[in-house]
């Protein structure tokens, strides 16, 4: 090589100077090479002139001022030593890829050039990056010691890569290499700014300097007609603006609403966020397995990037589902079997540190959020306390331990953390190895843990030593150990925790939670629950005879196996804060329906539909209260998608108790009426105590309401409040969102027409019943929230068995006659008392009659007279033949109903048996309806056995 054809501005008489290549580093310099004696922050190159003339160097570049020649050596002066070498070594290095694009920024570099590189390979082009994470290509992968490295050794680099035939290479651009000029003489297609914070003050000194020197990039290295991409959001984007404007430069950005880009919605799924994006014309939906809403900013620049480098967008939304996570960068690290999560990241700056921390909470919003951490030595020292401050505002727990302390005393390094943490918090451990054991023993289940600071990196720089050493590598092995004394079951491991009992068996397996020893199956867990009429502790004996595994006892009874005993103070607190933890413990979508009437059915329907789209399980019979709410909750399985629970009431605050529990996802209040009504004033108290709900609805959750009910404007305005999306439902509402179009006669079914977000539905029902309507209405509203339902099959409702004593119909044969039995004995209130006589007058029984029993609405309290003559009215306007009633305020009823429907007021139930027996006659009609304290379901059920 000659040095004419490299360097400018060289004389004519030394343009034929032979050499043979070039170096900074008289260690590697070989003969003839040209030696650039760079001065740096510690090491003087000037200094080593000498040795490198000594090797055979002819040829000197110095900033000094020496003479052209001086005994046979040419020396070549320059104002930037390393700007010089850049431009050199990429003349020499010329062969190098096609599509160069460089990202620069605090935070955020490593991951876009993975994303980059992830996105690029998964569309089958030929990738390689180059940055923290070291060489990344197919066939070439190296460790690098910087992120921007020496141009020399990029040079080389760059060449390999291209006779691999890899033309796209995306590189990280640091504050310090555009500084020294490391990317001089390069021409990158497209630049990438993610953000500036503080980070690197001791070699830039101020903020303005340290941005002055990543905006190099984009004012110098940009080729013609390039990219730049960034966020419209940050502060720099303005002065970015400008850069692109006065170099002709193409701007892309995030958040720019002009963009033919856009994020529709975005909702977290436990570890994974499923993201609606829609580009141009085309929606899709995609599920990153990704912690951290940072990650989708880190994405779409990559993604844009990619598009720049010649990829059709539909193609990059088709492979972002596949991407992984970036090594040390919000990388969860194994499985624990509590439930519980170790997070590593790179964090290492103020703002990196609570961006980390904040896209944690955001997306474990429930759980207790742990952190290790230090800080590094013989770096910006005025970080230490402002990350020391994040950490005390963000984290639960503090581990403070070491990270690189280099040259620096490390108790001095922690001492500047410290002045910014809450004392409270803190756990100072100096051994980090140390401190990663202690902090994953001590995780309970569902809490997480950051490990801050080092992510990736294989080293601890502690004075002079480089020890091996891998934060990875260390979570790895203490989470093998931790899972040693874990059970597979995380029922098992939180009531181990709760209880804090070491005695159980690893083999010990839970089934279902009982709190009925009657109902106690092969590997049950029992709680011995202390009632007011019944002590559950007297039943252990029975649960254990019917192979339960474990009871929860308020006393150890030695007569039986200890071993499977866990005594704890109040047997109904312990299985309600079990529930608890279980609940924070399982993504699972939970569904929380109240409301005065329909809560059952509807959670049936649900339980019946949503088990046909995926995993789903519900509240058993009525399972409403503070007994039946934790047991149903703590018998969700972990895989379920779906859990119905119905939430009941009698008072004010019920529904508060039980929703903190159960943290529902989606909540429904079907309806508002005088079920209760003893316990309150009025009727809005009633719907007030039904809203409690709404409060206790997780985050960025749903609420489901009716909009022809009487209180759906304070509902939703409770709703607005809490900030949750509200889907409504009606018939006869004009702005509900799911609405009833039409229904008509199909066969002996039925069909019905609804419009949701403009667009017609058809499904076929059997009945055309309004609460069953309205039912259907509100289970599409609830389905809406996860899935289309327009995808829904038509006949998902057709065959829904109602549940017993909600109005099913059965045929009892007595006497060699069949009657038809409509059973409304469960329960009883004003309005389902109402829709119930309008079903019954709708059923076509030709010459056949139609009988109605009632017996008393109960706990309507002062309302209760005018509540029960109210229904009079109603009933003398249907084609009902003959009304019987039995109970006080039923016969208030009696009275007020015409003299032609008149039956008999009953006084006992041998003269109910007598009524079916005798009077009804062969095919008619009976329907009974009556509150379920009055007794009427019990003697409902002794008729169904009669057959």
Known sequence: ???????????????????????????????????????????????????????????????????????????????????????????????????????????????????????????????????TLGVKSKNINLNLFNTTIDPIKLGQILQKLKKEKIENVIMEASSHGLKQNRLDGLNFKSGIFTNLSQDHLDYHKNLKNYLKAKLYLFENLIEKKGNIITDKNIPQYKTIKKISLKKKLKLSAINEKKSNFEILSHRYDNENQLIKFKHKNLIKEINLNLIGKIQIKNILMAAMAAQKSNLNFENILQVLPKLKPVEGRLEKIGTIKNNSIVILDYAHTPDALKVCLLNIKEQFPDKKLNLLFGCGGNRDQNKRMKMGKIASIYADNIYLTDDNPRYENPVNIRKDIKKGINAKKIKEISNRAIAISKAIKNLKSGDVLLVAGKGHENIQEIGKKKIKFSDRKKILIEIQKKNKNLSNQLKINIIKEL?????????????????????????????????????????????????????????????????????????????????????????????????????????????????????????????????????????????????????????????????????PNIGVITNINYAHAKNFKNIKQIALAKSEIINNIKSNGSIILNADDKFFKLHKQISKKKNLKLISFGIKSKTADIKLIDIKSFGKNFKIQIKFMSKIKHFIISDDYQ?????????????????????????????????????????????????????????????????????????????????????????????????????????????????????????????????????????????????????????????????????????????????
């Open 499 to 663: 209880s804090k009992t070491q005695k159980l068996s690893k083999s010990i397996s839970i089934n279902k939670a009982r709190i009925n020893s009657n109902e106690v199956k092969k590997n049950d867990v029992f709680f011995a629950i202390r009632g007011k009429v019944n002590d559950g502790n007297k039943f252990v004996s029975q649960s254990f005879k019917k192979k339960a595994s474990l009871a929860i006892v308020n006393k150890i009874q030695n007569n039986l196996d200890t071993k499977q005993q866990i005594k704890v103070k109040n047997t109904l607190k312990f299985l309600t804060n079990v529930s608890k933890v279980y609940r924070k413990n399982i993504s699972t979508n939970i569904i929380a329906i109240t409301g005065s009437c329909g809560k059952t059915t509807l959670k049936e329907l649900l339980g019946s539909v949503m088990g046909k789209i995926s995993y789903t399980s519900i509240s058993p019979k009525s399972y409403n209260n503070k007994f039946g709410v934790p047991l149903s909750l703590l018998n969700i399985k972990e895989n379920d998608k779906y859990g119905v629970l119905e939430v009941g009431m009698d008072k004010k605050g019920e529904i508060d108790y039980l929703t903190k529990i159960i943290e």
């Open 1 to 131: 090589m000659f040095l004419g054809n490299y360097f400018d501005g060289i004389h004519k008489n030394y343009k034929e100077i032979f050499f043979s290549g070039i170096s900074f580093d008289t260690r590697s310099l070989k003969k003839n090479n040209i030696f650039f004696a760079i001065k740096g922050n510690s090491i003087d190159g000037n200094k080593f002139i000498s040795e490198a003339i000594e090797k055979g160097s002819k040829i000197i570049v110095t900033e000094q001022k020496i003479k052209d020649f001086r005994k046979g050596i040419f020396f070549i002066r320059t104002k930037n030593i390393r700007k010089l070498l850049a431009e050199v070594s990429f003349k020499i290095y010329n062969k190098i890829p096609e599509n160069l694009v460089a990202v620069t920024g605090t935070n955020g570099k490593s991951s876009v050039a993975e994303f980059y590189l992830q996105i690029m390979k998964l569309n089958k082009k030929k990738v390689a990056s180059i940055g």
């Open 771 to 947: 609460n069953n309507i309205y039912n259907i209405l509100s289970a599409l509203a609830v389905i809406s929230v996860n899935s289309n339902i327009f995808n829904l099959n038509k006949n998902i409702f057709l065959k829904f068995k109602i549940p017993d004593g909600r109005g099913d119909h059965s045929i009892i044969k007595i006497n060699n006659k069949k009657i038809n039995l409509i059973d409304q004995s469960y329960n009883s209130n004003p309005l389902s008392l109402s829709s119930a006589i309008k079903n019954f007058d709708k059923i076509k029984s030709n010459k056949s009659k139609k009988y109605l029993l009632l017996g008393d609405m109960l706990e309507l309290g002062s309302y209760s007279k005018r509540l029960h003559e109210s229904i009079a009215p109603l009933i003398n306007q249907t084609k009902i033949d003959k009304v019987f009633v039995k109970g006080k305020m039923a016969s208030l009823i009696y009275k007020k109903i015409l003299n032609s429907k008149k039956g008999k007021i009953l006084s006992n139930n041998s003269q109910i048996n007598d009524l079916i027996r005798n009077d009804i006659k062969n095919k008619d009609y009976l329907m009974i309806k009556a509150s379920l304290a009055t007794g009427f379901n019990k003697i409902v059920n002794e008729i169904k056995g009669l057959n």
